[in-house]
């Protein structure tokens, strides 16, 4: 019997939160977060969670979009995969958000990516990733790899005279897409197959004496060697520490990176670290009107002067300024309006310079070389002249050469091969 | 390594060249100096070059200044200036009158930027003009960093500082620059079959380099063969060290594996108890490491001798504390003892979570700890290893002799040999379990003090050892300190010579697959528990 | 002896109380309710309810019946297994493969032979552990048997070579954790750290639409309450008592002459089995497998879901593996920082104050409302230990 009180009890109070929804009136524009808070991922997204609020409470100062206020939705997926797809579940149909902020890794995003396009959602996704997708639901505001590897890899071709290549990265699908098309890349530019080395290392790899030994004697070979590092979170620290051991300084061998930013060195002693590169789009130290203001509002928002800003935080100040701007042309919160008016969208960078919304759902943006520095932040040592479009499709790939996205008529896929002209996997 | 060295000289020289100060600028240099403030990043190589073509040694504080980043010009006048950063105050003073500039603020300076390229070039030049440095390790050291790019101009300032030099060791490394040039640029075949000659014996990169360019492209056949010769020399050697380096890096992963695992052979092997949270006295010893060195800035050389007695007392007493109000109450039900200690895994985690936020925290390595000792050019050992090595060995000793000599010692062993019989000749049982987890629980949190130097310091360090501890505990024998040590080191050792050839993620299953079937075939590990002891 | 007896009367006692018929109709009536007003009520109703919502039960039930696989082998054989996740992700990434397969040439490169992420490894062609995953028959076949083999073996080593208890614990653990770095590799051709997902039908069935989402939840709810019956006649053969006679004298029961570990071995493959087709009943539901599923975590919290409703009893494993989630899903919503805390506790409590659980808790009130009652002696029923 109390059993039967227990089942009836659940089913009762799910029918409540059922309830709940009805009642709720459409008086407000509702922005859903859905970045994790708890778990493994909660070190970089909480950050992203705080921006999104931050730009919030900002948008509502200044009165609003549409005349309404903006609420906002936060919800935990707590490092979790499948939960994001239920977590975008609960944010589209229990709360009836407009729009959603959030995901880091890829896996994440490919979880929520069906409810997103089963549900009609929209999602900003801020984080720099492999590429290789464009969801007509889905805006990427982070750098695809043409807008980070391979402007870096210019960079220590061009300036530095690197001929012989480590590709370092942790086992999982940015590091491997990342390569993948890096290998194609170096070789297409005249380099040996015996000059590039990839290795691949498990999440939290903690013990990295035998493979900095390798990457030492393989950049003892005579011409000047650079590391191409994917290395994920966690397994950073111990890596520069290793290379800084084994007495690897960044003139004998780089680092570039494209997972270490500002929030990342905060953790860490950046002493031996001096020299070495990461690329990204944006760059706490990069001085311009815009940024300053950026900082001294984050610092005032988290009430932490020593809070760092960085690059998927920029993405997703970007991404929103541009999800107001698309919101106030269409006049109208409308998924399928919205998604039209977002398309060649201008809203000024954090780093000077206008970001331009693409067909393909990618931003244009520059690409910055940055070099650690010994206070925990970078020195731009190198930018792009202009702004590069970020490419869905490798042009790198096999399997994706021929693939293009254009979200506009006629085309209006994301895959679309312009051999076959024809339109594959989508799910709307 | 050699510009680590190098680099070093270079900070110990700049407290020196800041007070000493160089000679005011010369005339010819004036221009040089001021384009160099207004010169674009990738057009400063030549300005730079330039001024050590025309000054020389003169640049050596300039140069050493702008290697370490700390040199500004002052906007208005555009004047040079150094920075010097002590904390969180930074000076500024005139790099050539060295002349304190107190009122300067941080507005009206700008950085002269360096990139890598640079910092190679600025590391070569100063190099050069250390050829004639009074102390001879830095002279050796100047000579060696220039094997990479031995131009004729270098090769001259070589010859004339090898006239004059006294010291046998930095001789020989000139010698070997010179031969190198030899092997490289001679025109008869003799010549170089003599620089090969010369170069015999060598084990630095570049000789190994050079040889194979002989080997292969030498128009001479006898050159390419005598190339051959010294190569399969060198490679031969080359292999012997690098089996000696991955024999350390092994036992260097053992020594870690073996801090981990100490504490848990004792609360799991001796008392039997199935200490999830053992992780997470780990954790806690290398967040004492980070609050002592937040509290106490200004000794991070000491802050890891403070470190270890304070995370042995804070592990220690946290599990006082978890055995006296949790595993008391599970006396003998070992599982559930899994799932209470479990539970304070979670809460431990996500208190330091809420109190430290979730982010790593930074440590930072003193200074005797980094680096490594350079044995030959094919095998230099870490410093930071070599001592947790070293500590490794010296907590397990210590332990040994607690268990071994201390009455502690003699009623841990006799309550977990027999109780009941222990109970019944006065032993204070209860008393002991605590001091058992106590002392288990504290070596936990010194392994946290090592630990803190070669990973994260984070929620989740703990977790990252747990699995491997147990592990390590149930593969040597439980209840056996021995057999952990024995254990350790085997599984660091294993795992560091399949590594090379499966790649890291395969080398640990593959051992985690061994012991799982190990222990199906030895349940009770390599060295079991003997007698009434065991069941 | 005597314990051996007390314990004995204390399990008939609380399998007595278990009550699964009345538990198994309020299951499948609570189903029927909710799917009838998922389909038949309009959107705007009171009655209304949600395809989240449903999704969410189903995907309650799927952890209900892995809960009820560990505490088939926990509570009834003393056998705690840190692993199970190992067997539940199994069962999912066979399921997982099957979904795969019938994506065909829609997946996003349009390949109609390779899942988008081999032709982005530049795979090929199909490696052979792929091959007959398209049928639905095969890839329920490996629902059952890749689980199924795996606990055979790791048994038939184990329990042979009586590793038992915590060595026994320790090693599933490990070998979960194995399993975990082993699906990270992307070599290994499970689509690595992204899994599988992506999903879109299943036996040409939309997976996206409500009828298919219901109808799963009903297999789901149906699947259940035949296991737990099944697992309850289990229990009440000669062949569940002599496994509850292993767990509470391994050594006496195989003096008397059973061959304690072939009892123990089928027991473990049973329970195997079941959280393999947890696993594949979960990974339709919410769409995605990955090897997050491994990991050491989720198989100590499924052991924590079977300890909060009391094991040993079945139909509280399924209600503690309920409530805990529905728990979990309430307390991450309203504060994310104190789940963690709250989780903790629990362990810590429930281990202290409620080794029976609460269905323990319910017979121990019951005691005590028949001792008010008739001013009975105790007769002690929480003593049982495992």
């Keep these: 019997m109390k059993i039967k009180h227990l089942v009836s009890g659940i089913a009762l109070s799910m029918g409540a939160s059922v309830l709940s929804i009805s009642a709720m009136a459409a ?33 509502n100062k200044k009165g609003g979009l549409l005349g309404k206020q903006l609420e906002a939705v936060v919800v935990d997926p707590a490092s979790n995969w499948p939960l994001f797809a239920e977590k975008t579940r609960e944010l589209m149909t229990k709360d009836q958000v407009d729009v959603i902020f959030g995901c880091w890794t890829s896996v994440s995003r490919k979880s929520a990516l069906p409810v997103l396009e089963e549900l ?23 750098a695809a790899p043409n ?109 570039v990176a494209f997972s270490v930013g500002e929030e990342e060195l905060s953790g860490l002693d950046t002493k031996p670290l001096v020299g070495h590169l990461a690329a990204w789009n944006y760059f706490q130290s990069v001085e311009s009107d815009a940024n300053d203001a950026f900082i001294s509002q984050w610092k005032a928002f988290t009430g932490n002067p020593d809070r760092v800003t960085n690059d998927p935080m920029e993405a997703t100040y970007i991404g929103f300024k541009m999800w107001t701007q698309a919101v106030e042309k269409a006049g109208t919160t409308d998924v399928d309006a919205v998604e039209q008016a977002m398309i060649g969208q201008e809203t000024e960078n954090l780093t000077g310079g206008m970001a331009y919304m693409n067909k393909n759902h990618h931003l244009s943006k520059p690409v910055l070389i940055g070099e650690i520095q010994d206070d925990g932040q970078f020195e731009v040592v190198w930018e792009t002249e202009g702004v590069v479009p970020g490419d869905a499709w490798s042009d790198f790939l096999p399997g994706s050469k021929d693939l293009i996205a254009d979200w506009t008529a006629p085309i209006s896929c994301g895959n679309y091969n312009t051999v076959t002209k024809t339109c594959s996997g989508q799910n709307y | 390594m050699r510009y680590i060295n190098a680099i070093c000289a270079c900070l110990l020289g700049l407290l020196i060249s800041t007070s000493v100060l160089a000679a005011s600028p010369s005339e010819a240099q004036q221009p040089l100096l001021l384009e160099l403030t207004e010169v674009k990043l990738n057009k400063a190589l030549p300005v730079l070059q330039q001024l050590e ?79 004639n440095h009074p102390d001879s390790a830095v002279r050796k050291d100047a000579v060696r960093s220039l094997f990479s790019d031995l131009g004729s101009n270098t090769i001259t300032l070589i010859r004339d500082a090898r006239l004059k030099e006294q010291s046998r060791s930095v001789q020989e490394a000139m010698d070997v620059a010179l031969a190198l040039y030899r092997a490289r640029h001679a025109e008869e075949a003799t010549d170089r079959l003599q620089a090969i000659k010369d170069l015999e014996g060598s084990l630095e990169p570049e000789v190994r380099n050079q040889l194979t360019q002989l080997a292969e492209n030498d128009p001479s056949r006898s050159v390419r063969k005598a190339a051959q010769t010294g190569l399969d020399k060198i490679d031969q050697q080359a292999e012997m060290y690098g089996f000696i380096n991955q024999l350390f890096f092994g036992l260097s992963l053992g020594s870690v594996l073996l801090l981990a695992a100490i504490g848990l052979a004792i609360t799991f092997g001796v008392m039997g108890v199935i200490n999830m949270a053992h992780g997470e006295m780990i954790m806690l010893g290398a967040y004492t490491t980070y609050v002592v060195q937040l509290m106490l800035p200004n000794m991070i050389e000491y802050s890891l001798w403070i470190a270890v007695p304070l995370a042995f007392m804070v592990s220690g007493l946290a599990g006082i504390l978890i055995e006296r109000l949790v595993i008391r109450h599970l006396h003998g039900r070992p599982l559930e003892t899994l799932l209470a200690t479990f539970g304070i895994s979670l809460i431990l985690q996500q208190m330091v979570r809420t109190v430290f936020s979730p982010l790593n925290r930074q440590v930072a390595t003193p200074d005797w700890m980094s680096g490594s000792i350079e044995i030959n050019p094919l095998l230099s050992l870490t410093l930071n290893r070599l001592y947790i090595v070293a500590f490794a060995l010296l907590v397990f000793m210590i332990l040994l002799i607690v268990l071994k000599k201390t ?12 109780r009941d019989m222990a109970k019944a000749m006065g032993i204070r049982t209860d008393r002991v379990d605590a001091m058992t987890f106590g002392l288990g629980s504290g070596i936990a949190g010194i392994a946290g003090v090592a630990l803190s130097q070669l990973t994260n310091v984070g929620p989740n360090l703990g977790q990252a050892y747990i699995i491997d501890s147990f592990m390590v505990v149930v593969f040597g024998g439980v209840g056996n300190l021995w057999g952990t040590l024995v254990a350790a080191f085997t599984l660091g050792v294993a795992n560091k010579f399949i590594e090379p050839v499966t790649g890291a993620v395969l080398a640990s299953i593959l051992v985690l697959v061994f012991i799982i079937l190990f222990i199906q075939k030895r349940p009770k590990g390599l060295f079991p528990q003997k007698g009434r002891a065991a069941e | ?50 395809t989240y919502t449903i999704t969410l039960l189903g995907k309650y039930l799927c952890y209900a019946m892995l809960a009820l696989a560990v505490d088939v082998i926990w509570g009834y054989c003393g056998i705690l297994s840190l692993g199970h996740g190992a067997f539940f992700a199994l069962g999912g990434y066979a399921m997982g493969m099957y979904l795969m397969r019938q994506i065909g040439d829609r997946g996003v490169y349009g390949n109609p032979e390779l899942p988008d992420f081999m032709v982005f490894l530049n795979w090929s062609e199909l490696p052979w552990f792929w091959q007959g995953m398209d049928q639905f028959w095969v890839a329920m076949l490996m629902v059952l048997l890749v689980p199924g083999l795996l606990a055979y073996l790791f048994g038939w080593l184990a329990f042979r070579s009586r590793v038992t208890g915590v060595y026994l614990s320790i090693m599933t653990q490990a070998l979960t954790y194995a399993l975990l770095l082993s699906f990270f590799r992307n070599e290994m051709g499970f689509g690595g750290n992204n899994g599988l997902t992506d999903f879109k039908d299943i036996l040409g069935f939309d997976l996206q639409s409500d009828n298919t989402r ?16 099944l697992s309850k006649k289990i229990m009440q053969t000669r062949f569940g008592k002599v496994i509850v006679a292993i767990r509470d004298g391994e050594s006496r029961a195989r003096f008397i002459g059973y061959r304690t570990e072939n009892y123990k071995v089928w027991l473990f493959v049973y329970s195997a089995m079941i ?15 990955n090897p997050g599923e491994f990991s050491p975590i989720n198989s100590i919290e499924i052991v924590i879901w079977v300890a909060v409703g009391g094991r040993g009893t079945l139909v509280g494993a399924i209600i503690g593996a309920i409530l805990v989630n529905y728990a979990k899903t309430k307390f991450t919503a309203i504060m994310p920082d104190g789940w963690l805390f709250a989780l903790g506790a629990m362990f810590v409590l429930v281990t202290l104050y409620l080794p029976k659980g609460l269905m323990g808790l319910v017979a121990q009130l019951k005691d005590r409302q028949l001792q008010n009652v008739n001013n009975r002696p105790n007769d002690k029923a929480e003593e049982g230990h495992a």
């Design chain 1, 147 to 255: 807008q980070q590897a391979i402007p870096a890899v210019d960079y220590l071709m061009n300036d530095l005279g690197v001929k012989r290549w480590v590709l370092a990265g942790t086992d999982y699908v940015y590091p491997r897409t990342t390569n993948k098309i890096l290998e194609a890349y170096l070789k297409a530019k005249g380099v040996a197959a015996e000059d590039i080395m990839i290795n691949y290392t498990p999440f939290g790899h903690s013990d990295w004496q035998s493979i900095v030994s390798d990457i030492k004697s393989f950049g003892s070979a005579g011409k000047k060697t650079a590391v191409v590092s994917t290395i994920n979170g966690d397994a950073n620290v111990p890596f520069y520490k290793e290379l800084g051991n084994q007495g690897i300084s960044s003139e004998d061998i780089p680092v």
């Design chain 3, 214 to 229: 219901v109808t799963l939840f009903i297999i789901t709810a149906l699947m259940l309450s035949g296991l737990l019956v």
């Design chain 1, 27 to 59: 008086d407000t524009i509702k922005v859903g977060v859905l970045h994790s808070l708890s778990g493994t991922m909660a070190i970089s997204e909480t950050t992203l969670k705080d921006t999104v609020l931050m730009m919030v409470e900002e948008q």
């Design chain 1, 120 to 142: 009609n959602g929209l999602m900003f996704y801020p984080v720099q990733y492999e590429g290789e997708e464009s969801s007509k639901n889905v805006f990427y505001t982070g």
């Design chain 3, 275 to 289: 959280a393999g087709i947890a696993g594949a009943l979960y990974v339709p539901q919410v769409g995605i497998i």
């Design chain 2, 53 to 131: 073509t025309t000054e020389g040694a003169d640049m050596l504080a300039l140069f050493k200044t702008m290697l370490n980043g700390d040199l500004y010009y002052e906007k208005e006048t555009r004047r040079l200036i150094a920075a010097l950063k002590e904390q969180s105050v930074t000076r500024y003073s005139d790099l050539f009158s060295g002349e304190v500039l107190s009122d300067l603020s941080k507005k009206q300076v700008r950085k002269i930027k360096v990139n890598n390229k640079l910092r190679g070039y600025l590391g070569e030049a100063i190099a050069r003009m250390q050829l």
């Design chain 2, 407 to 418: 009455s502690l010692g003699l009623n841990v062993r006799a309550v977990s040999q027999n």
């Design chain 3, 1 to 50: 002896m005597s314990s051996l007896l007390s314990n004995f009367m204390s399990f008939s006692r609380i399998n007595g109380d278990s009550k699964v018929a009345p538990f198994v109709v309020v299951l499948l009536v609570v189903t029927a309710l909710a799917s009838s007003c998922n389909l038949l009520m309009p959107e705007d109703s009171v009655f209304y309810v949600s």
